[in-house]
């Protein structure tokens, strides 16, 4: 219904974009009003009163009005716009002072994302209070025991209660405003995140009744780089600004200057302007149609629900379907125990990372990770989730898309799916291959220095990766190929053998005198199989002596991200994955010089 509104999809139909939640495509009225200020009105606000000054300033200012009538903030003087919800949270923790609480804790939801989490730990420091966690249940679920033990929680020594409107790694939806009714009597200064929340239901902060509000222009249709503070007026006055600069003053010496009334007090510097205008289209967007949009999602929602609670290997968390009928009784009542269409899930057999891998290939977008929650993922003794998240723009045919891709990437993934491990009429070209590297012993491969970090000889395993064709069949080697590596012992899988950053628990060490190791991620594996393969090719000494210093500092020399490289296998892996390999790279090496010194 609403997906033709959106350029993006217009140049990438084969696109399905699930991770709505990371950022939403944008509004087709946002990039023309972000671009009709860069061709019409570009020009500098509030400093000056030439025409275009004018017309910018004008532009901006309606953005602010616009906003405000969004959330139903009383006055436009209450927006502040920002760079989004994390400056949002920590111009308010930073600009708390002890006059303006009372108490000495500071309340969070166990599932709070980091920059709901972090502010208020640097607060406690400054102001001496104490952090303490509202439990959720071990399925991610907040319902009627999580929420009577909130109440409970909700006392006089509570000096100020930080929580989402919505859960971005679980999608909960929380009942903010009978939380914030309870809160205002225990005198609890109250700070909504509603970053999840803005694009998916109507928000109104005077019936919620909250402190601040918090969002962010990239999850509701606008752009990156611009968010929004709603603070109650007396609030706002006795905050002190985070960013002092230019334009947030009305009188400066060397020694002291006079701040602005808000909302200019904490809009120092140069604004981004067409971020802010681009905002202000996305809050007419969603003011105009949020009726729709919640119907539609509601069943897109429940059509994703009902797709993953039928496949019997997936471990979903959160509150999900069984809350969803409440929804639909009344599209505008938000209830305790509903969720937004937003599904946070794990698979009992398979890493998260190679199910995300193969499906990326798909031209599937979803997200997987601890999606900036890492307390709560504890909580829930996970590493991460798959989430899926949807925006006003999800097609039925998109979940459907979704369902397929995962169908079959489950099914490769499965042992049994059978892959051709090789076609036999390259099996012969493999047999001489093994017979070179087999007598390569004797042939003088190690002292060629030139050698390191190319290619230059084809061992088994990336002779096979070097056939496969395409990403796809890359994968399936890789896959095949997990089941070659020297796997080190579960009694050995400790934390002195650890290694971090690939996304997935590693570790590497010697085990009976060879090379291990470990990893739950098949993909990452059959990568680790590879380089020891390399390793061990290197390494094997020129003659009967059993510790070959020669072939050891080649080994230890060679740069095997490059050889990846050259095999074209990282450019599949995300930036952050990369750096992983690099340090399982690293710790190979600092166990191959080790073990070859002693
Ligand atoms: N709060 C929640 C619930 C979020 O989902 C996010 C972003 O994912 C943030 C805060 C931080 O938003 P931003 O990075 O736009 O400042």
Redesign the pocket.
């Known amino acids: 219904m609403f997906k033709n509104q959106f350029p993006f999809f217009i140049n990438k139909p084969e696109q399905v974009y699930l991770d709505s ?2 950022t939403t495509q944008k509004h087709q009225s946002v990039i023309q009003a972000v671009n009709d200020y860069h061709c019409l009105s570009s020009a500098t606000v509030h400093r000056s009163a030439y025409a275009i000054a004018n017309e910018a300033t004008l532009l901006f200012e309606q953005a602010r009005d616009l906003t405000a009538q969004l959330i139903n903030s009383p006055t436009a003087e209450q927006i502040v716009f920002n ?5 949002s ?1 920590n111009t308010i923790a930073s600009g708390l002072q002890k006059k303006m609480i009372t108490g000495n804790k500071i309340l969070i939801l166990a599932s709070e ?1 980091h ?2 989490i972090l502010p208020w730990q640097q607060l406690s420091a400054r102001l001496g209070l104490s952090i303490e966690v509202v439990n959720i249940s071990d399925k991610g679920q907040f319902t009627q025991p999580e929420y009577a033990a909130l109440l409970k929680q909700l006392s006089s020594d509570v000096a100020i209660l930080a929580m ?1 409107h ?3 790694a679980l999608g909960n939806i929380y009942p903010v405003e009978e939380v914030c009714r309870l809160a205002n009597q225990q005198n609890i200064l109250t700070v909504i ?1 509603g ?2 929340a803005i694009a998916h239901m109507s928000v109104d902060v005077t019936a919620i009744n909250c402190d601040f509000y918090v969002f ?1 222009g ?2 509701m249709y606008a752009p990156t780089g611009v ?1 929004v503070m709603y603070g109650k007026r007396t609030l706002l006055n006795e905050l002190l600004p985070l960013r002092l600069g230019g334009e947030m003053i009305t009188r400066v010496s060397f020694t002291d200057a006079e701040y602005q009334a808000p909302p200019l007090k904490f809009e120092g510097g140069t604004p981004n302007i067409s971020g802010v205008i681009g905002l202000g289209a996305a809050a007419t967007f969603l003011k105009s149609n949020m009726h729709s949009i919640q119907q539609h999602e509601i069943l897109l929602s429940k059509l994703l629900s009902d797709g993953l609670e039928k496949r019997h290997d997936i471990r979903l968390f959160g509150n999900v379907s069984a809350h969803l009928n409440q929804r639909n009784q009344n599209v505008d009542e938000v209830t305790l125990g509903c969720s937004i269409g937003l599904h946070s899930f794990v698979f009992s057999n398979h890493h998260l990372h190679d199910v995300a891998t193969l499906i990326y290939q798909k031209n599937i977008a979803v997200r997987v990770g601890h ?2 929650a890492m307390p709560l993922m504890n909580v829930l003794n996970i590493n991460g989730t798959m989430r899926v998240s949807i925006g006003c723009y999800t097609t039925e045919q998109d979940i459907q898309r979704f369902f397929h891709a995962l169908d079959n990437t489950l099914a490769e993934l499965d042992e049994n799916a059978g892959y051709q491990l090789i076609p036999k009429s390259k099996q012969q070209d493999v047999n001489q291959h093994t017979d070179k590297i087999n007598n390569a012993n004797s042939i003088s491969h190690c002292n060629d220095n030139s050698t390191v970090g190319k290619v230059t000889e084809t061992l088994p395993i990336s002779f096979n990766i070097k056939q496969a064709k395409g990403w796809d069949n890359q994968y399936r080697q890789l896959l095949l190929a997990s089941k070659n590596l020297n796997t080190l012992p579960v009694e050995m899988r400790l934390n002195e053998n650890a290694v971090f950053g690939c996304e997935s628990d590693l570790w590497i060490a010697y085990s009976n005198d060879q090379l291990c190791a470990y990893s739950q991620s098949k993909i990452i594996r059959g990568i680790l199989a590879l380089i020891l393969e390399k390793v061990m090719y290197l390494n094997t000494p020129l003659t009967n002596n059993h510790r070959d210093q020669k072939s050891t500092s080649i080994a230890a020399s060679f740069d095997y991200f490059a050889y990846l490289t050259e095999l074209n296998l990282t450019p599949f892996f995300s930036v952050g994955r990369q750096d992983g390999i690099r340090n399982a790279i690293t710790a190979i090496k600092a166990k191959l010089a080790i073990h070859h010194k002693t």
């Open positions: 939640a990371a760079s989004g919800a994390t400056e949270i994302h920059a709901n989402a919505v859960s971005n995140d970053t999840q962010s990239h999850k968010g999606h900036c």
